[in-house]
């Protein structure tokens, strides 16, 4: 069993920055894919950025167009966290932000939210302009 408590959100102006963390307890959490999601009021929640587990190695990544060169997400093993810096955020950043873990060992990180077991209550990031 896995749970996840993220943390980091707040209130920001357009071109600020902002780094979310995701605790997990659970000593399986570092082999399985963790992502962040996004939903904003009124929309589907959309994967954001992922990370795979330990046992690949390297650390496997993967953004949704709109995030790159802007968010970036990584894991520290030892702390069980996963972190996702975002820089550059926009007022269309605005949202509640979700982390979750798959539960499954892969390679890929799915952008689905069906293949996530596990998820966090949420964060809620808002952008000011």
């Known amino acids: 069993q896995v749970q996840l408590a993220e943390s980091g959100g707040g209130l920001v102006q357009a071109g600020g920055s902002l780094r979310l963390s995701c605790v997990a307890s659970?000593?399986?959490?570092?082999?399985?894919?963790v992502s962040w999601f996004r939903q904003a009021p009124g929309k589907e929640r959309e994967f954001v950025a992922g990370?795979?587990?330990?046992?690949?190695?390297?650390?496997?990544?993967n953004y949704v167009d709109s995030v790159k060169g802007r968010f970036t997400i990584t894991r520290d093993n030892a702390r069980n966290t996963v972190y996702l810096k975002m820089n550059a955020l926009q007022p269309e950043d605005t949202a509640v932000y979700y982390c979750?873990?798959?539960?499954?060992?892969?390679?890929?990180?799915?952008?689905?939210?069906?293949?996530?077991?596990?998820w966090g209550l949420g964060t809620q990031v808002t952008v000011s302009t």
């Open positions: 990370v795979a587990g330990i046992m690949w190695s390297g650390e496997k990544t």
């Open positions: 979750a873990a798959t539960g499954k060992l892969a390679v890929s990180i799915p952008p689905w939210r069906d293949e996530y077991e596990y």
């Open positions: 659970g000593s399986t959490f570092n082999m399985y894919p």
